[in-house]
């Protein structure tokens, strides 16, 4: 790995007193700039544009979205893969590669842990609207209910109840106990009392005391080895919502590990969407370098052939299969009314990851910017297509229908962003986006490696 | 001798002159003591004679606790509360109970793991004598601080002297 010439991880010319100071002061010293603020009311306004589309659905019900019968899976389903997707590679970046000692994540697991937690935020939102009476989500629950029920065991929708709020679950704790060291410099570094106050309640009385830090330690590396297969079945898991149905395009056994590759595949692109921008706002170039982001681009190359092998493996498996509803299925996503988005699809995931094969490509952050919006277009469009193409024509053709979102459900999926962004301004502004903590011990070990 | 001494603290630039002070003070006796680092330091945990962790243990009770409730819960509602033949599968279908009994192990071992960590620190403490020490901010961002405690039978007259030996930055006294 360590080839000479390679681009450090973090720029030379940093002790752990320079990076602390560095890191804290974006939250602390730097002035609340226009930039953020208008960026901010940016996001504000979508988030209440959001408020406005769920409290006319709370008024109306679901019947103001696009879903019918055939389609009774639209947009909600979508938007809830989608976002569910772009939760996992949070995970995948502080868990996965923190035991395979990929020390090049520290600079970038904080950032890509809230983008997860917020992705699963705005996830969460849509499966619970789509129940139509929201306010009885907790008929999915194990509770002791006057009519004797419980939850049905055997059916991948209660398994996703259980995975996604344990997904939820681990990852604000995982985010948490990584961020109460950093809780306690931010608590030493501000001047103003208030401040320390605040800061000093979330640390929760940290001091670095070499037995803490021992505990510390082994529960955050158990943490991470809790996390890893939990971030594999989450969305295996929500695949079998889709493979234990008989439906056409549904029906299959490819799906956990094709739905596995396809989220990591976006939630790179949106750790690649978000960063670039971030990097040059914040002026983190030097620890969030360009070997960070052309480590992301490789991941992303990965697991976009992952994909790719997926929707060539479905195509082949309908063929072979011999079975003329999946074939037809097949033809009917090629040519069917349907058929712009899943060019669009094979265009943004299969064809323009190739870009990434070229060293020219991954290190020029405004060209991946792009490549990086690109998919996470395309990964969008790939559950559009997998929940309505599959459910618009299944076996009988007097059954057929057609779907069309309304402008309900595209101000529910655009005010979703403004959930994703608000939340994501605030993190930027109040805790520290960089592990402080981690930086300084991988600054010394650099420097310790270097003497050596 | 000062009676509301907590204990007495020694300022260091370098992670192995924290290492080597607590070498040295364990060597001379001391046990009641505790050193502060803004990240942690390797080994030093040892030297002091903290050995042995419990996280892994209470995790394990967790992950073991989490996973036997739920298959239990599922077992008992599926077979005996209220049973229901779903297209004629057995009632006690376990491959399906997998996922839900995976979850929550995985939930039940984290959330053992972080608040077993927190309680095994004694946190949250928002109070603490070692906060009275000004320089003591620092503990957080770049400088490493041994603590020899007053309550150490082996702490007197003779401690500041071999603090000093120790080459710190600084030495401070903490009120308790």
Redesign the interface.
């Given at each position: 790995m360590n080839v000479p010439d390679e681009t450090p991880v973090v720029a030379p010319g940093y002790d752990?007193?320079s990076v602390?100071r560095k890191i804290t002061d974006v939250v602390l010293a730097r002035p609340l700039g226009r930039g953020w603020l208008a960026g901010f009311a940016f996001a504000f306004a979508l988030l209440m544009l959001l408020n406005f589309a769920i409290g006319w659905l709370l008024i109306r019900g679901v019947g103001i979205w696009g879903i019918n019968i055939p389609v009774a899976w639209g947009f909600a389903i979508v938007n809830f893969v989608w976002w569910i997707g772009i939760g996992h590679a949070g995970t995948f970046i502080s868990a996965i590669l923190l035991l395979l000692h990929q020390d090049w994540r520290t600079s970038i697991n904080r950032f890509a842990e809230a983008m997860t937690l917020f992705a699963v935020a705005c996830a969460g939102l849509f499966p619970l609207l789509h129940l139509g009476r929201p306010w009885v989500f907790y008929w999915l629950l194990?509770y002791p209910d006057t009519m004797?029920?419980?939850p049905?065991?055997?059916s991948?929708l209660?398994?996703d109840v259980?995975?996604v709020s344990?997904y939820a679950?681990?990852s604000l704790?995982?985010w948490?106990?990584g961020l109460i060291?950093d809780l306690?410099?931010m608590?030493?570094?501000s001047a103003p009392r208030p401040l320390q106050f605040i800061y000093?309640?979330m640390a929760?009385?940290?001091?670095?005391?070499?037995?803490?830090?021992?505990?510390?330690?082994?529960?955050y590396l158990?943490?991470a080895g809790?996390?890893t297969?939990?971030v594999l079945?989450v969305h295996s898991?929500v695949s079998?919502d889709f493979a234990v149905a008989i439906v056409p395009g549904w029906h299959s056994t490819i799906f956990p590990p094709y739905f596995v590759a396809g989220a990591i595949f976006s939630g790179f692109a949106m750790v690649l969407t978000l960063l670039i921008p971030v990097r040059k706002a914040y002026g983190l170039q030097d620890f969030i370098t360009i070997r960070h982001l052309e480590n992301c681009a490789k991941i992303m190359l990965a697991t976009g052939l992952m994909v790719a092998h997926g929707y060539i493996t479905e195509m082949f498996m309908s063929w072979y299969s011999d079975d003329k509803f999946d074939i037809y299925m097949t033809l009917n996503r090629m040519f069917g009314p349907y058929a712009p988005a899943w060019w669009l699809l094979m265009f943004c995931n299969v064809l323009v990851p190739q870009a990434l094969w070229f060293k020219s490509i991954r290190t020029n952050p405004a060209i991946l910017f792009v490549l990086a919006l690109l998919v996470n277009v395309g990964m969008w469009t790939e559950r559009y297509v997998i929940v309505v193409t599959s459910l618009h024509r299944d076996f009988l053709p007097s059954a057929w229908g057609i779907y069309h979102p309304t402008r309900w459900d595209w101000m529910t999926l655009i005010g979703s962003f403004g959930l994703f962004l608000s939340l994501l301004f605030l993190f930027l502004r109040l805790l520290p986006a960089i592990s402080?903590?981690?930086m300084?011990?991988l600054v010394?070990d650099k420097k310790e490696s270097r003497q050596q | 001798m000062n009676q509301n001494l907590y204990g007495m603290m020694a300022e260091f630039e370098q992670t192995e002159e924290l290492l080597n002070a607590a070498r040295a003070a364990f060597k001379a006796g001391y046990r009641k003591m505790d050193a502060y680092s803004p990240f942690p330091v390797e080994g030093v945990a040892e030297v002091l004679g903290f050995e042995h962790t419990r996280v892994p243990l209470v995790v394990l009770i967790g992950g073991i606790t989490g996973a036997a409730m739920a298959y239990g819960m599922q077992y008992y509602s599926a077979v005996w509360d209220y049973p229901l033949n779903i297209g004629g599968r057995p009632l006690h279908s376990w491959p399906s109970f997998i996922p839900i009994t995976f979850e929550l192990m995985v939930l039940f071992a984290a959330v053992a793991a972080v608040f077993g960590m927190l309680l095994m620190n004694g946190l949250p403490k928002p109070y603490h004598p070692v906060f009275n020490v000004p320089a003591f901010k620092l503990a957080s961002q770049t400088r490493f601080f041994l603590c020899l405690q007053a309550t150490d039978p082996q702490f007197g007259e003779g401690t500041k002297h071999f603090l000093t030996s120790l080459n710190p930055i600084a030495i401070h006294e903490v009120e308790s």
């Amino acid at each position: 790995m360590n080839v000479p010439d390679e681009t450090p991880v973090v720029a030379p010319g940093y002790d752990s007193g320079s990076v602390t100071r560095k890191i804290t002061d974006v939250v602390l010293a730097r002035p609340l700039g226009r930039g953020w603020l208008a960026g901010f009311a940016f996001a504000f306004a979508l988030l209440m544009l959001l408020n406005f589309a769920i409290g006319w659905l709370l008024i109306r019900g679901v019947g103001i979205w696009g879903i019918n019968i055939p389609v009774a899976w639209g947009f909600a389903i979508v938007n809830f893969v989608w976002w569910i997707g772009i939760g996992h590679a949070g995970t995948f970046i502080s868990a996965i590669l923190l035991l395979l000692h990929q020390d090049w994540r520290t600079s970038i697991n904080r950032f890509a842990e809230a983008m997860t937690l917020f992705a699963v935020a705005c996830a969460g939102l849509f499966p619970l609207l789509h129940l139509g009476r929201p306010w009885v989500f907790y008929w999915l629950l194990p509770y002791p209910d006057t009519m004797g029920l419980w939850p049905q065991w055997r059916s991948p929708l209660v398994w996703d109840v259980f995975a996604v709020s344990t997904y939820a679950t681990v990852s604000l704790m995982f985010w948490y106990v990584g961020l109460i060291p950093d809780l306690a410099t931010m608590r030493d570094r501000s001047a103003p009392r208030p401040l320390q106050f605040i800061y000093g309640v979330m640390a929760l009385g940290w001091r670095g005391s070499a037995r803490h830090w021992k505990r510390f330690k082994m529960a955050y590396l158990l943490l991470a080895g809790l996390a890893t297969p939990l971030v594999l079945s989450v969305h295996s898991v929500v695949s079998l919502d889709f493979a234990v149905a008989i439906v056409p395009g549904w029906h299959s056994t490819i799906f956990p590990p094709y739905f596995v590759a396809g989220a990591i595949f976006s939630g790179f692109a949106m750790v690649l969407t978000l960063l670039i921008p971030v990097r040059k706002a914040y002026g983190l170039q030097d620890f969030i370098t360009i070997r960070h982001l052309e480590n992301c681009a490789k991941i992303m190359l990965a697991t976009g052939l992952m994909v790719a092998h997926g929707y060539i493996t479905e195509m082949f498996m309908s063929w072979y299969s011999d079975d003329k509803f999946d074939i037809y299925m097949t033809l009917n996503r090629m040519f069917g009314p349907y058929a712009p988005a899943w060019w669009l699809l094979m265009f943004c995931n299969v064809l323009v990851p190739q870009a990434l094969w070229f060293k020219s490509i991954r290190t020029n952050p405004a060209i991946l910017f792009v490549l990086a919006l690109l998919v996470n277009v395309g990964m969008w469009t790939e559950r559009y297509v997998i929940v309505v193409t599959s459910l618009h024509r299944d076996f009988l053709p007097s059954a057929w229908g057609i779907y069309h979102p309304t402008r309900w459900d595209w101000m529910t999926l655009i005010g979703s962003f403004g959930l994703f962004l608000s939340l994501l301004f605030l993190f930027l502004r109040l805790l520290p986006a960089i592990s402080i903590t981690e930086m300084g011990k991988l600054v010394l070990d650099k420097k310790e490696s270097r003497q050596q | 001798m000062n009676q509301n001494l907590y204990g007495m603290m020694a300022e260091f630039e370098q992670t192995e002159e924290l290492l080597n002070a607590a070498r040295a003070a364990f060597k001379a006796g001391y046990r009641k003591m505790d050193a502060y680092s803004p990240f942690p330091v390797e080994g030093v945990a040892e030297v002091l004679g903290f050995e042995h962790t419990r996280v892994p243990l209470v995790v394990l009770i967790g992950g073991i606790t989490g996973a036997a409730m739920a298959y239990g819960m599922q077992y008992y509602s599926a077979v005996w509360d209220y049973p229901l033949n779903i297209g004629g599968r057995p009632l006690h279908s376990w491959p399906s109970f997998i996922p839900i009994t995976f979850e929550l192990m995985v939930l039940f071992a984290a959330v053992a793991a972080v608040f077993g960590m927190l309680l095994m620190n004694g946190l949250p403490k928002p109070y603490h004598p070692v906060f009275n020490v000004p320089a003591f901010k620092l503990a957080s961002q770049t400088r490493f601080f041994l603590c020899l405690q007053a309550t150490d039978p082996q702490f007197g007259e003779g401690t500041k002297h071999f603090l000093t030996s120790l080459n710190p930055i600084a030495i401070h006294e903490v009120e308790s």
